[in-house]
């Protein structure tokens, strides 16, 4: 007799045999760490653990220090205190190429050199796999046509990366970082610059490739009825702190929206998604009292 389906925590789906396994997967987490860009310091004494096999929400207020974390658990930013770890041993004790097969990355505003075509940029995901001794292979070629592919990016394959709309360029480098093949991926606002249907449609993916290949995503997202349809953990940061994190249920609530944004809301039921969906509220949209 087969079991009844039952919601994914937290996102209020239908689990998926991922979900099941889900919870296994790579341990990566912030201890302790002190992160600054010169003498500005941007987050003292931040402790974060990664939900293995889970798809990771951080959101929260402009300069906030959402990227900023994002970029001290890609190794990108060392910090002056603390210990970023990827299964107990810090990041800065596992060699480059190692990493590059286990974490992958797409920050802000990534640029392309001069000329370079959408296949060429996706296939330089698979660097980290290659050595003198293994070259190009079938199986590289195979991950570029699937990224490209689950990207919509298959037809603008030979077109120059520097030639494409925003939202294209967008999604070739999101194909790029699904090329790469790692079991954790972090992405920087990676709905950036993309029309709501090509939000959606890059959102999908990233929720496949967890369900499917029990990828764990970190993303840092500023949509925050997006964050509670697509996320099953949502980290809430201000001024370099951890305000709340949890199921979205938990944190997505009025009290911490206003205290984390600064904006008053009503927190209804999204009637799609089950998940909570933030309703602003202004001096303009006042409700009407009873």
Known sequence: MTSPSKSAPGTGRTATPADTASGSGPDLRAEGVRLAYDNRVVAEHLDVAIPPGRVTAIVGANACGKSTLLR????LLSPREGTVRL??????????????????????????????????????????????WRQWSKGDEQAVHDALRATAMTDLADRPVDELSGGQRQRAWIAMAVAQGTPVLLLDEPTTYLDLAHQIDVL???????????????????????????????????????????PPAEVITARTVEEVFGLRCRIT???????????????HHEPALP
């Open 87 to 132: 299964d107990g041993r810090s990041l800065h004790s596992i060699p480059t190429r190692e990493l590059a097969q286990r974490l992958g990355i797409l920050p802000q505003g990534p640029v392309a050199p001069e000329g370079l075509t959408v296949i060429d940029l996706v296939g330089r995901g698979r660097s980290p796999h290659q050595t003198w």
């Open 269 to 283: 039921r999204d009637p799609v998604s089950g998940t909570p969906m933030v309703i602003p509220m202004s001096r």
């Open 72 to 75: 001290a658990l890609a190794r």
């Open 204 to 246: 999908d993916l990233i929720t496949d490739l967890n369900r499917h290949e029990n990828r764990t995503v970190v993303m840092v997202l500023h949509d925050l009825n997006q964050a509670c349809r697509y996320a099953d953990h949502v980290i809430a940061m201000k001024s370099g702190a951890i305000v709340a994190e949890g």
